[in-house]
């Protein structure tokens, strides 16, 4: 029988470093003689520096030098864009000039022999400025929004402007009609692990130990900013204690922890606060958006109208996906999107999980259920109703699409049959009990990338990617592709992750890694098999000697003729005949006439039910049921993981995250955890995650869509649906708080 382990559910391979201590982050890479750096943040929110007294600071105990724009070295700061980084605009040029773009920007870096030494010095440094009133907030008239100028070009992603049909004149003549606007929170990610990097010269090379979801990209941003050749940097990561995307861009600590090293000739740890992690690492930004939808009294949608904004710093213009998925969910003849951003005196927003998508798709789903209550049919009737046979922007069909099958099975294992469609209507004792649903859908992104596969003499292999693992199972998964295709025991596979100097992939993030590394692996173990059949066919002491390799065939990690049933030779005889380890690499990536043909788009449904106290108006969530249909399921168990995961920060995007921003300075006022709430296991309900059966031969050879993001991106909609289910209060911005529950 052949071997399989796509598919199956094994447990993490690298759970045993884990629960041992044994697993390194970036932080437990410290270094002989290494010294401590702390950052000085601005506490003003727009300006510049006017004074700052490091001389008597570097005098302080323990103290090896306080670098500030006075004495930093001016770097070059190399162009360099990588696909993660804001296609417009400049990034933050750390310490290089008196200028005060947001609160909270770096604009000193202690160093001491100690942490204690810096930390204490940091906080004695003071600085004055000329300080200015920041903007921080684009709900005002005082912000005016702009074009992106990346959304203005042919073939982005997202487009600033885009229209089917006559969409504003089909609303205003609809027989039924909704038009709202959404508003939805700053967030920022929050992982358990800060942000850390170490960092040591050997004359001009430069080793990072550095909390990084895309690891190439970070040698090379590094490699620009100091006017560096790429091989004379080196990033090692080879565990991530969460990110959510806070870590695929490359942000001012990694450089201030290499200037600092260099600056005083010592190896240099520099580990970020929680508090400092609200400053310049990412966020999710504000978005304000509009939704209006028109249809006829049978619920086929006659009109769409889409307009968002999304907020971005005044030195680069983040962008996001944010109306991207109006154009393709549902079938209507005219619709019509707008993408505009508002400049602010803040830090670049960064991806976070279902980056655009998440947020589009809470306004999105909320106008649809607003929608079927208006129209008296059942939330999920409307949108079988709605479902279309083709992506009707592009004009070509979808390589598979699985919502309906994902509202029927979700439907079915939540009981959606038992509630009763009018608010308010159901209870449990003195509780308002609301069931909701929602739809999930994110592209089946994939990105060019390589492995390298070696063989070695005692039977086992080494794979190696230059891949990130934050959490998902990179390591066991990727260790299940290759014991798939070369036939070996999982057990007899050690996949190797976190260097920039193996072979290079994308960013860990995006719901692309198991896509595009993937495949790679897949690739390269089919091209170290070639290899080794090459050596023994070549071999002529081998038993299959002279044979062609057209004729050869591998089964269960043994070759043999095409036809025989002898027991054939292992990858152990051919390497130790061949007296060397077999090494072979590979890559892979979409093929552009595929890509041109189909719309590749993973789905699924989202299902919640709340519990409301109509008296103190608390929320809880008692439970969530989510079905997504995303191709081929290499570890089911790892895949609900992800679901459930996904799910409590959709608990956490729906009911209590917010980055709360003073408007005089724009200080994050909750930069903490006492304050900036997200679920905790009290809050965590009954959660389930079930896939639907689908093959998809066209996304990737693997036939994965990826499932990071798409957990996430419909549980907010699915809360908010059942809210207002439960009590008939419609609430349209995020979080939903006790405040709306209290108020008329």
Same mark, same amino acid.
């Given at each position: 029988?052949?071997?399989?382990?796509?598919?199956?559910?094994?447990?993490?391979?690298?759970?045993?470093?884990?629960?041992?201590?044994?697993?390194?982050?970036?932080?437990?890479?410290?270094?002989?003689?290494?010294?401590?750096?702390?950052?000085?943040?601005?506490?003003?929110?727009?300006?510049?520096?006017?004074?700052?007294?490091?001389?008597?600071?570097?005098?302080?105990?323990?103290?090896?030098?306080?670098?500030?724009?006075?004495?930093?070295?001016?770097?070059?700061?190399?162009?360099?864009?990588?696909?993660?980084?804001?296609?417009?605009?400049?990034?933050?040029?750390?310490?290089?000039?008196?200028?005060?773009?947001?609160?909270?920007?770096?604009?000193?870096?202690?160093?001491? /022999?100690?942490?204690?030494?810096?930390?204490?010095?940091?906080?004695?440094?003071?600085?004055?400025?000329?300080?200015?009133?920041?903007?921080?907030?684009?709900?005002?008239?005082?912000?005016?929004?702009?074009?992106?100028?990346?959304?203005?070009?042919?073939?982005?992603?997202?487009?600033?402007?885009?229209?089917?049909?006559?969409?504003?004149?089909?609303?205003?003549?609809?027989?039924?009609?909704?038009?709202?606007?959404?508003?939805?929170?700053?967030?920022?990610?929050?992982?358990?692990?800060?942000?850390?990097?170490?960092?040591?010269?050997?004359?001009?090379?430069?080793?990072?130990?550095?909390?990084?979801?895309?690891?190439?990209?970070?040698?090379?941003?590094?490699?620009?900013?100091?006017?560096?050749?790429?091989?004379?940097?080196?990033?090692?990561?080879?565990?991530?204690?969460?990110?959510?995307?806070?870590?695929?861009?490359?942000?001012?600590?990694?450089?201030?922890?290499?200037?600092?090293?260099?600056?005083?000739?010592?190896?240099?740890?520099?580990?970020?606060?929680?508090?400092?992690?609200?400053?310049?690492?990412?966020?999710?930004?504000?978005?304000?958006?509009?939704?209006? +939808?028109?249809?006829?009294?049978?619920?086929?949608?006659?009109?769409?109208?889409?307009?968002?904004?999304?907020?971005?710093?005044?030195?680069?213009?983040?962008?996001?996906?944010?109306?991207?998925?109006?154009?393709?969910?549902?079938?209507?003849?005219?619709?019509?999107?707008?993408?505009?951003?508002?400049?602010?005196?803040?830090?670049?927003?960064?991806?976070?999980?279902?980056?655009?998508?998440?947020?589009?798709?809470?306004?999105?789903?909320?106008?649809? /259920?607003?929608?079927?209550?208006?129209?008296?049919?059942?939330?999920?009737?409307?949108?079988?109703?709605?479902?279309?046979?083709?992506?009707?922007?592009?004009?070509?069909?979808?390589?598979?699409?699985?919502?309906?099958?994902?509202?029927?099975?979700?439907?079915?294992?939540?009981?959606?049959?038992?509630?009763?469609?009018?608010?308010?209507?159901?209870?449990?004792?003195?509780?308002?009990?609301?069931?909701?649903?929602?739809?999930?859908?994110?592209?089946?992104?994939?990105?060019?990338?390589?492995?390298?596969?070696?063989? +070695?003499?005692?039977?086992?292999?080494?794979?190696?990617?230059?891949?990130?693992?934050?959490?998902?199972?990179?390591?066991?998964?990727?260790?299940?592709?290759?014991?798939?295709?070369?036939?070996?025991?999982?057990?007899?596979?050690?996949?190797?992750?976190?260097?920039?100097?193996?072979?290079?992939?994308?960013?860990?993030?995006?719901?692309?890694?198991?896509?595009?590394?993937?495949?790679?692996?897949?690739?390269?173990?089919?091209?170290?098999?070639?290899?080794?059949?090459?050596?023994?066919?070549?071999?002529?002491?081998?038993?299959?000697?002279?044979?062609?390799?057209?004729?050869?065939?591998?089964?269960?990690?043994?070759?043999?003729?095409?036809?025989?049933?002898?027991?054939?030779?292992?990858?152990?005889?051919?390497?130790?005949?061949?007296?060397?380890?077999?090494?072979?690499?590979?890559?892979?990536?979409?093929?552009?006439?595929?890509?041109?043909?189909?719309?590749?788009?993973?789905?699924?449904?989202?299902?919640?039910?709340?519990?409301?106290?109509?008296?103190?108006?608390?929320?809880?969530?008692?439970?969530?049921?989510?079905?997504?249909?995303?191709?081929?399921?290499?570890?089911?168990?790892?895949?609900?993981?992800?679901?459930?995961?996904?799910?409590?920060?959709?608990?956490?995007?729906?009911?209590?995250?917010?980055?709360?921003? /003073?408007?005089?300075?724009?200080?994050?006022?909750?930069?903490?955890?006492?304050?900036?709430?997200?679920?905790?296991?009290?809050?965590?309900?009954?959660?389930?995650?079930?896939?639907?059966?689908?093959?998809?031969?066209?996304?990737?050879?693997?036939?994965?869509?990826?499932?990071?993001?798409?957990?996430?991106?419909?549980?907010?909609?699915?809360?908010?649906?059942?809210?207002?289910?439960?009590?008939?209060?419609?609430?349209?911005?995020?979080?939903?708080?006790?405040?709306?529950?209290?108020?008329?």
């Amino acid at each position: 029988m052949t071997v399989r382990f796509i598919g199956s559910p094994h447990t993490r391979v690298d759970g045993p470093r884990k629960v041992t201590g044994n697993a390194r982050y970036a932080a437990d890479f410290n270094q002989a003689g290494q010294a401590y750096a702390v950052i000085v943040s601005a506490t003003v929110g727009l300006g510049r520096i006017t004074e700052m007294d490091g001389a008597s600071i570097e005098r302080m105990p323990g103290v090896v030098a306080v670098i500030t724009h006075h004495n930093a070295e001016k770097l070059p700061y190399l162009p360099h864009k990588a696909v993660i980084d804001p296609a417009e605009g400049e990034r933050l040029h750390v310490l290089q000039d008196d200028q005060v773009r947001f609160y909270g920007q770096p604009v000193a870096v202690v160093v001491a /022999d100690t942490l204690d030494d810096a930390e204490r010095a940091a906080a004695a440094l003071r600085i004055s400025y000329d300080a200015r009133r920041p903007i921080v907030d684009h709900a005002g008239d005082e912000v005016k929004a702009i074009v992106p100028d990346a959304a203005t070009r042919p073939g982005a992603r997202t487009l600033a402007d885009r229209s089917r049909g006559e969409a504003d004149a089909a609303v205003a003549n609809a027989a039924v009609k909704v038009d709202e606007n959404y508003d939805i929170a700053r967030e920022n990610h929050n992982p358990m692990e800060p942000h850390a990097t170490i960092a040591s010269w050997n004359g001009e090379r430069l080793t990072l130990w550095s909390k990084s979801q895309y690891l190439v990209n970070e040698q090379a941003e590094i490699a620009a900013i100091f006017g560096l050749p790429l091989e004379n940097v080196e990033v090692v990561c080879p565990f991530i204690g969460g990110a959510f995307g806070t870590s695929l861009r490359t942000w001012p600590h990694v450089t201030l922890a290499a200037l600092a090293a260099r600056h005083i000739r010592r190896p240099v740890k520099l580990v970020l606060t929680r508090k400092q992690m609200f400053f310049t690492t990412g966020h999710r930004p504000r978005t304000l958006q509009r939704i209006a +939808l028109g249809a006829t009294p049978e619920g086929a949608l006659a009109g769409m109208v889409h307009e968002g904004t999304g907020e971005t710093s005044r030195y680069e213009q983040f962008m996001e996906a944010l109306t991207n998925v109006t154009d393709y969910l549902y079938s209507c003849p005219n619709v019509r999107t707008q993408y505009r951003l508002a400049p602010l005196d803040t830090s670049t927003p960064n991806h976070m999980r279902g980056p655009g998508e998440a947020s589009g798709i809470f306004a999105i789903e909320s106008a649809m /259920d607003e929608l079927s209550y208006k129209l008296g049919i059942d939330p999920i009737e409307l949108r079988r109703r709605n479902e279309p046979q083709l992506d009707e922007a592009e004009n070509k069909p979808f390589s598979s699409r699985s919502l309906m099958q994902c509202y029927e099975l979700g439907a079915e294992r939540f009981g959606w049959t038992q509630r009763t469609p009018e608010p308010r209507s159901m209870r449990d004792g003195r509780l308002l009990i609301g069931m909701g649903t929602a739809t999930a859908t994110y592209p089946a992104f994939h990105a060019p990338a390589s492995a390298r596969v070696r063989l +070695l003499a005692d039977g086992t292999a080494e794979v190696e990617a230059a891949a990130s693992d934050m959490g998902p199972g990179t390591y066991t998964s990727m260790s299940q592709v290759a014991a798939e295709f070369l036939g070996l025991p999982l057990e007899r596979v050690r996949f190797r992750l976190g260097r920039s100097d193996y072979p290079q992939t994308p960013s860990h993030g995006g719901s692309w890694t198991m896509a595009s590394v993937g495949s790679a692996i897949r690739a390269a173990c089919l091209e170290v098999q070639a290899q080794a059949a090459r050596r023994a066919a070549a071999d002529a002491g081998s038993p299959l000697s002279g044979a062609s390799v057209d004729d050869l065939e591998w089964s269960e990690g043994l070759l043999r003729r095409r036809g025989d049933t002898s027991p054939g030779i292992s990858y152990h005889d051919i390497v130790v005949r061949a007296g060397v380890p077999i090494e072979a690499g590979g890559s892979a990536q979409r093929d552009p006439k595929v890509a041109e043909q189909y719309s590749m788009h993973a789905f699924g449904a989202v299902f919640a039910e709340v519990a409301v106290d109509p008296d103190v108006g608390t929320i809880a969530v008692r439970r969530i049921v989510g079905a997504y249909g995303i191709g081929r399921v290499v570890n089911p168990l790892l895949a609900r993981s992800q679901c459930t995961g996904g799910m409590i920060g959709g608990m956490g995007m729906a009911l209590m995250e917010r980055t709360a921003l /003073d408007p005089r300075d724009g200080r994050p006022v909750n930069a903490h955890m006492a304050d900036y709430l997200m679920p905790v296991n009290l809050d965590i309900p009954e959660l389930e995650a079930h896939f639907v059966d689908e093959v998809d031969p066209h996304v990737n050879p693997l036939g994965v869509k990826g499932l990071g993001e798409i957990a996430l991106v419909g549980t907010a909609p699915a809360i908010g649906n059942a809210v207002f289910h439960a009590t008939g209060k419609r609430v349209r911005t995020l979080p939903i708080r006790i405040e709306d529950m209290l108020t008329a």
